[in-house]
C-alpha cells in the first residue's frame, strides 16, 4: 500500500539530546513537509523540500534541522537548541501534480 | 494578523443539523484552499480541496471559496456524532505541488444527540 510511514510513534528525549525523526513516503512524491502541533493548536510549518538536496525553511525552523538526500525520505532532527521540544510532529508528502497534502500517523515527542 | 484565521469554537451543533466553518486568509495570491478533518490524537485527513470561486460540493461536505473577501467556508450538512473532530482550514499561495501549506489553528466541532 502507498502511504507515509513515520516512526517512532512515541518518542522521549532527555535534556539536551538531539533525536531523529524519521518520515518516509512511497507515493513517488516531489514535496515533504515536517509540521509541530501543540495541544490544542494547529499545524505550525517547520520545514519543507520541493526536490532533493533542497529545502526551505518554515515558520518555526529555529532548534530543527532536516535532510533530503532521497526522494523518499525526509528526516527531522530535533536539537537540544528546541528548548520546548514536547510536541506532536506530523510528516506530509504532496505531489507534482495534486496539491492535496497526506499525512503520516505522526511522532509524539516528549521531553523527560 | 495571522496568515490563516479559524474561530476556534467549540462549534455545538444538535445531530442532523448543518455545520457552518469559516476561515480566511490574508494572503491574496493564495491558490489553493483545502479543508482537513482531525480526530484527537490523529494525523488530518482531506475532506474537500477547492480552487476556484464558488461552491463544490461532495456528499455531505459543501465548500465555498470567495477569493474577493478572502474567506473559504465548508458547510456539513446533516451532521452526524462521528463528524465531532476539529476541521483545519489550509491555504497555498499557486496551484501545483509543493509550495509552502499554511494552516490554521483548526475549529473544534461537537455533534450533539
Known amino acids: 500500500d502507498g502511504g507515509i510511514t513515520q516512526s517512532p510513534k512515541y518518542l522521549f528525549r532527555k535534556e539536551g539530546q538531539n533525536v531523529t525523526l524519521s518520515c518516509e513516503q512511497n507515493?513517488?512524491?516531489?514535496?515533504m513537509y515536517w509540521y509541530r502541533q501543540d495541544p490544542g493548536q494547529g499545524l505550525r510549518l517547520i520545514y519543507y523540500?520541493?526536490?532533493?538536496?533542497?529545502?526551505q525553511k518554515g515558520d518555526i525552523a529555529e532548534g530543527y534541522s532536516v535532510s533530503r538526500e532521497k526522494k523518499e525520505s525526509f528526516p527531522l532532527t530535533v536539537t537540544s537548541a528546541q528548548k520546548n521540544p514536547t510536541a506532536f510532529y506530523l510528516c506530509a508528502s504532496m505531489g507534482r501534480l495534486r496539491t492535496e497534502a497526506f499525512f503520516g500517523q505522526g511522532t509524539r515527542l516528549t521531553v523527560v | 494578523q495571522k496568515e490563516v484565521e479559524q474561530n476556534s469554537g467549540p462549534l455545538s451543533v444538535p445531530e442532523g443539523a448543518i455545520a457552518s466553518l469559516n476561515c480566511t486568509y490574508s494572503d491574496r495570491g493564495s491558490q489553493s484552499f483545502f479543508w482537513y478533518r482531525q480526530y484527537s490524537g490523529k494525523s488530518p485527513e482531506l475532506i474537500m480541496s477547492i480552487y476556484s470561486n464558488g461552491d463544490k460540493e461532495d456528499g455531505r461536505f459543501t465548500a465555498q471559496l470567495n477569493k474577493a473577501s478572502q474567506y473559504v467556508s465548508l458547510l456539513i450538512r446533516d451532521s452526524q456524532p462521528s463528524d465531532s473532530a476539529t476541521y483545519l482550514c489550509?491555504?497555498?499561495?499557486?496551484?501545483?505541488?509543493?509550495?509552502?501549506?499554511?494552516f490554521g489553528t483548526g475549529t473544534q466541532l461537537k455533534v450533539e444527540l
Open positions: 523540500s520541493q526536490i532533493v538536496n533542497d529545502f
Open positions: 489550509a491555504v497555498s499561495p499557486e496551484q501545483g505541488g509543493g509550495n509552502k501549506l499554511t
Open positions: 507515493l513517488n512524491h516531489d514535496a
